[in-house]
């Protein structure tokens, strides 16, 4: 299969997604594996760390239309870097993200960031970024709308504790941006975006699954099952998804009228509150 910047950022979609579901050690399907390889047995697979070192050299081909993707490769593996608690691993492949194109200052004020802060070398890297202020913007929108998602999973996680009813609901998502963005970094964050709301959803979605087959069981072996309250919990969940829909669809991010798109350097290190 011949790489494009369209497959390249799906593939870093897809280890994004097995990252936030199963952690560092996660493994997802090597890319360009044959399908008969199936056929044959286990498709072969590789850990994250492995999957974002080949987006870097298969981003590295595209040349210019490919740098940004090189810039998400090196992000992705310093986050997990400084995860692991690899600071100067870490700071390595921060600094390659920025050399690349990477500009995410908001980024760069998360927790796990900020113990990073003192260090002249961070300094340095996040003093070579640039952002215009319409992108800052749409920065700001990203991450607000990941840890907005993520509360929306925990109040449906809780809503649907002891529903008796066979339904699944789907967790509503606020639509991505559109705008041509001033700098390419930004597309780096829509995938994160993208990822978090796909993680998030499989794993509400495989709860849900959990508890549908469960009370289908209970209504096949137990005359006990209470149909009318399936019912009325059917009625509710609706109900709440739908609240949930008009919630996600009012979160649209809107352009700020008059935002600036001249590039100026990122706000002072520190002076961002990363969203709650």
Known sequence: MVDTANSLATRVHELLVALLTGG??????GQGASPARGFLGAPPSVDVTTGFHDVVARATT??????????AGHAGLGVLAIARGQADQGLFHLDAAVTAGYNDCVTFHA???RPLHHDPRFRALYQRMRITAADLDELFWLHQEMQLMSQDAKRAMIDN?????TGVSLLPQAPMPTREPNTPGVLITRIDLAATQTALRQTALKLDFQRSSGNTSLSLIDDSWDYSRARHDAWHADELDSRRLRAAEARAFVERPGAGT??????PLGSITYPA
């Open 111 to 113: 927790a796990s960031i």
């Open 24 to 29: 560092a050690d996660a493994r997802v399907p």
């Open 262 to 267: 001249t590039l100026t350097p990122c706000p």
């Open 62 to 71: 595209l040349g210019p239309e490919g740098t940004w993707l090189v810039a």
């Open 161 to 165: 504790l002891g529903r008796l009813d």
